[in-house]
């Protein structure tokens, strides 16, 4: 048994419901509407700050990379200001004194810089020891100033004894005269 109701009755009797269903359809539809533009909003804003974090990190990485690429280029910009003979005689001191390896001579010719020449100090070196202490002389030298290098080693035998005398010539440099750069050497 189904009872048929009458269109107009259904409506007089509910006549509010239309409107309310109306007015929340409208409510829903704003709340979605801005909810939905405010999760835009947020991701356009995240992806602004992930673009800014990443120029940021591009640009300082540049940066690096290029004053590494001016540091690799040009050596000189990694050397001492002067010649600076002290501290490498020293070091070859207490090294030699260490190792237990005789120092006999030390003889310095210098040559100054000059713009189109960096300039520099030969040491003519004279030692006597066993060949395994007088080469970790030499390594710990080289190993803790990076712009002293070794141009010449030889050695020869010390009649009835196990020691040999050695004579080195190692060059100590410096950076062109009048040449000034900011950062990146060590004075």
């Not at 992930?50 to 690799?72: H, N």
């Not at 001492?80 to 207490?94: N, T």
């Not at 002293?148 to 950076?175: G, K, M, P, Y």
Request: proline share 4%; hydrophobic share 45%.
């Amino acid at each position: 048994m189904t009872t048929d109701i009458p269109a107009a009755r259904l409506v007089l009797r509910h006549s509010w419901s239309a409107p309310a269903l109306l007015t929340a359809g409208a409510l829903l539809t704003t709340a979605v509407s801005v909810w939905w533009w405010s999760q835009a909003r947020q991701e356009k804003l995240d992806l602004v700050d992930e673009l800014g974090r990443a120029k940021a990190v591009a640009l300082r990485a540049s940066r690096t990379t290029a004053e590494a690429s001016i540091l690799s280029t040009d050596f000189a910009r990694r050397l001492p200001s002067a010649v600076q003979v002290d501290p490498v005689v020293s070091e070859l001191q207490r090294a030699a004194a260490a190792a237990g390896v005789l120092l006999r001579e030390v003889q310095f010719h210098p040559q100054a810089a000059t713009p189109e020449r960096l300039g520099q100090t030969e040491m003519t070196i004279s030692l006597e020891g066993r060949y395994p202490k007088v080469k970790q002389v030499v390594g710990e030298l080289l190993a803790r100033y990076s712009h002293v290098t070794l141009l010449r080693f030889s050695a020869s035998r010390v009649e009835a004894a196990d020691d040999a005398e050695f004579s080195l010539t190692l060059t100590i440099w410096a950076r062109p005269a009048l040449v000034s750069f900011s950062g990146g050497g060590r004075d």
